[in-house]
């Protein structure tokens, strides 16, 4: 199971399990939390997939492993949000991508990977719609975690909030448009790539798919 994965995503898991143990021998037991919390939400794909027998990419996973870390390890430990202007920007519109890619997916599925029967245009539409609500769903959830916690997860207000539906509606875009070339048969390489992968290995799920 792990050893299909790509020695990307491994690295990433064997640093947090080492920080891990390491933070619980000092006794900085914050960060062991918090190494803990990014292992498990960025192995639990893995697992969610063995249970359901639906193969997702490794280079999913491995960008997956990345952003998790990204955003609660670098993030929030190590302070990029803070020290990097553009960190906020690069983990909301990454996760918009692949929300995208996602919404994508959804609804090829439910034509069962007809690309003939399936409106590229429509098709796009919801795995652009499906992004963006996301992305509007954790702007909701940072608001009100600051305003029932007093936490300050929108930083700087309007401005930040702002900031990121619109950085979240360019991923979304990018996403949708990767699905968009593939049904079209423009898109090869790149998240194209990582879509026909996806339903290649997965033909119980696209039974009218042709090549």
């Keep these: ?20 143990l390491w933070a619980m021998w000092q006794r900085q037991f914050e960060l062991s939390f918090v190494a803990l919390a990014t292992l498990a939400l960025s192995m639990a794909p893995v697992f969610v997939a063995k249970w ?21 390890f670098l993030g929030e430990v190590f302070d990029f949000y803070e020290r990097l202007w553009w960190w906020d920007m690069a983990m909301h519109a990454s996760s918009a991508i692949g929300f995208g890619l996602i919404g994508f997916v959804l609804v090829f599925m439910m034509f069962q990977g007809d690309r003939f029967a399936a409106p590229p245009v429509g098709v796009a539409v919801f795995a652009l719609c499906f992004a963006v609500t996301i992305g509007t769903m954790w702007e909701v959830f940072e608001f009100a975690m600051d305003q029932l916690f007093g936490l300050n997860m929108q930083k700087s207000g309007l401005m930040d909030t702002m900031g990121d539906l619109i950085v979240n509606t360019g991923g979304a875009v990018i996403g949708a448009a990767a699905g968009f070339g593939y049904l079209k048969g423009q898109a090869r390489g790149g998240l194209a790539a990582v879509i026909d992968e996806f339903v290649q290995r997965n033909p119980r799920l696209f039974r009218r798919w042709k090549k």
């Design 1 to 20: 199971m792990f050893s299909d994965q790509t020695w990307l995503a491994r690295l990433i898991w064997s640093a947090l399990a080492a920080v891990m």
């Design 52 to 72: 359901a027998d639906v193969f997702v990419p490794p280079s999913f996973i491995a960008a997956l492993a990345i952003f998790v870390g990204g955003t609660l």
